[in-house]
């Protein structure tokens, strides 16, 4: 296995230490009694808390997108710590998938789009091409909305765009 880089490993886990403490995760929470990621109830969990704290990088006006990928990255990090692995700029093809989990010996492929006219044509596009390179089934298109939230209810909606990609809206 390739030892990660310092831009790829060190970087991102500095820059979201202090998100990742507050957020008070027992990563057992996520794990089947197989052993298995129960990646639904992570998913389901990190919208709860997008909503609760998304203030945290909406509010902001530098590094708006950076700033979106940080705070799900520390999410992801306390949990997958108990177990698995993330790939941060997963070189499929050198395309760069956002992010690659691998747990308990399967793999979870997300993409990350700040929402715009083509982000979701562009990320279906991308995520495709991924998990066809990388022998998945499915996996995660999640757009980010940069401004103030006014419809909560429509943070977190899910929706299959093809049998391959669910998209979240955040």
């Given amino acids: 296995?390739?030892?990660?880089?310092?831009?790829?490993?060190?970087?991102?886990?500095?820059?979201?230490?202090?998100?990742?403490?507050?957020?008070?995760?027992?990563?057992?929470?996520?794990?089947?009694?197989?052993?298995?990621?129960?990646?639904?109830?992570?998913?389901?969990t990190y919208i709860e808390f997008y909503k609760q704290h998304s203030e945290l990088i909406t509010k902001r006006r530098t590094y708006t997108e950076a700033a979106h990928h940080l705070l799900f990255m520390a999410w992801l990090q306390r949990i997958v710590n108990g177990g698995g692995q993330i790939s941060r700029e997963y070189a499929a093809?050198?395309?760069?998938?956002?992010?690659?989990?691998?747990?308990?010996?399967?793999?979870f492929a997300f993409e990350l789009k700040l929402n715009s006219q083509i982000a979701l044509a562009e990320g279906k596009k991308q995520l495709l091409?991924?998990?066809?390179?990388?022998?998945?089934?499915?996996?995660?298109?999640?757009?980010?909305?940069?401004?103030e939230i006014k419809e909560w209810d429509e943070v977190g909606k899910r929706e299959a765009v093809n049998d391959r990609i669910e998209v979240i809206w955040m």
């Fill in 1 to 44: 296995m390739n030892k990660p880089s310092i831009y790829r490993e060190i970087i991102p886990r500095e820059l979201t230490a202090t998100r990742q403490e507050m957020l008070g995760i027992n990563p057992q929470w996520y794990v089947k009694p197989d052993g298995k990621l129960d990646i639904e109830k992570l998913l389901d």
């Fill in 93 to 107: 093809g050198l395309g760069r998938l956002d992010l690659c989990i691998e747990f308990a010996g399967e793999r």
């Fill in 129 to 147: 091409d991924y998990l066809d390179r990388l022998g998945l089934d499915s996996g995660w298109l999640i757009i980010f909305n940069r401004g």
